[in-house]
Structure formats: structure tokens, C-alpha cells
């Protein structure tokens, strides 16, 4: 019972968010009724959320060097992935930390300078569509397609990780509102 309620105030995205930073890392949760010690529930997910801040933060000191990123890696087969749709312009795989049941990334295989969405040009219109296109392809696939969300970081502001535009296709359970 006492584990419960120390849990309290994390919820939903929250909870997994705060359970994906402890699984991850070293942190080794301390148990403590949320009655007795009001903020200690609170600190898991502080220290989460300013672990992926800062780790955000520190990609995007890379972002624009042309470096190839994880997902270069992934599209040259240097990495393996669990794919889950894949064309000439796209490339869909599992996410290795998934904040829903269905967690899927789609990438464009060519990057073309389009490190995050505040980025894109005119001339990257057909990808963009094609991205979003494959997005309704991985719900159908997954079968989420009466509901799914399509979630895009971009920039450090948004703990966006990867510089290397990328879309999460979440679903497999209702999600909530509002979503951060």
C-alpha cells in the first residue's frame, strides 16, 4: 500500500515516463508514503524530466555538424532495428523505449538537413507527406487506426534527442489529454 501512495502524484505518461528514467539508469527508487513525505514522490520524476532536458539539451550542441546519428546508424543496418514498415523514402521501427503499448518511429531515410521539423524547407514537402502517410500505414499495421497519436519533437525546448527528424506513432491505449 505504501508503494501506491508514494506514486500518487505521477500518473499515466508520468508514471512511465518517471518508471522508463528508473529502468535506465542507476536510480534505485526509495519508498516512502506520499502522507509522510509529501515531495518525495515527486523527486523520480523531477530527476527524470531534467535528466531528458539536459540530455536534450547536450544533442542538440550536435545537431547541425552532419555527424551520423543513431538513426543513420539504423537505416545503414549498422544497428539493428525491429522494422516495422520500410519503403524508399521511409523507414518505420519499434522505439526501444516505449511510452505506449504501440511506439513506433518513422524516419525519412535521407536526412537533407531536416535535423528537426523547425527546420524544413519548402523543398521538403514530399517527405514531410510521405512521413505522415506512413504514419496511417503503421497504425493500419499495428492495428491502431481508430486511434493513434503522431507526436514530432523538434528542438531542445522539446527534449527533442535524436537530430534526425522523426515522427512517434503512439496508440494500443486511450490516450489522455492534454498530453505534457
Not at 528508473?22 to 502522507?35: D, F, H, M
Not at 515527486?42 to 527524470?48: C, E, F, K, L, P
Not at 525519412?108 to 507527406?129: F, M, V, W
Amino acid at each position: 500500500m505504501a508503494a501506491m501512495s508514494s506514486l500518487t502524484l505521477l500518473r499515466g505518461p508520468s508514471l512511465v515516463k518517471a518508471l522508463g528514467f528508473i529502468k535506465t539508469s542507476n536510480y534505485i527508487p526509495r519508498i516512502v508514503p506520499a502522507s509522510r513525505y509529501p515531495l518525495q514522490s515527486q523527486r523520480s520524476y523531477v530527476a527524470s524530466a531534467h535528466d531528458e532536458e539536459a540530455a536534450a539539451r547536450a544533442a542538440a550542441v550536435n545537431a547541425d555538424t552532419g555527424a551520423p546519428t543513431i538513426f543513420d546508424k539504423i537505416i545503414a543496418k549498422e544497428i539493428p532495428a525491429s522494422v516495422v514498415y520500410e519503403d524508399q523514402k521511409v523507414l518505420a521501427f519499434r522505439d526501444i523505449n516505449p511510452q505506449a503499448p504501440v511506439h513506433v518511429l518513422i524516419i525519412p531515410k535521407s536526412r537533407d538537413g531536416l535535423t528537426e521539423l523547425g527546420k524544413a524547407e519548402q523543398r521538403h514537402e514530399d517527405i514531410l507527406g510521405n512521413l505522415l502517410y506512413a504514419a496511417k500505414i503503421v497504425a493500419e499495421k499495428e492495428g491502431i487506426v481508430d486511434g493513434f497519436r503522431v507526436v514530432i519533437n523538434s528542438g531542445p525546448s522539446a527534449c527533442q534527442s535524436v537530430y534526425h527528424l522523426h515522427l512517434h506513432v503512439l496508440g494500443g491505449r486511450q490516450l489522455k489529454w492534454p498530453p505534457g
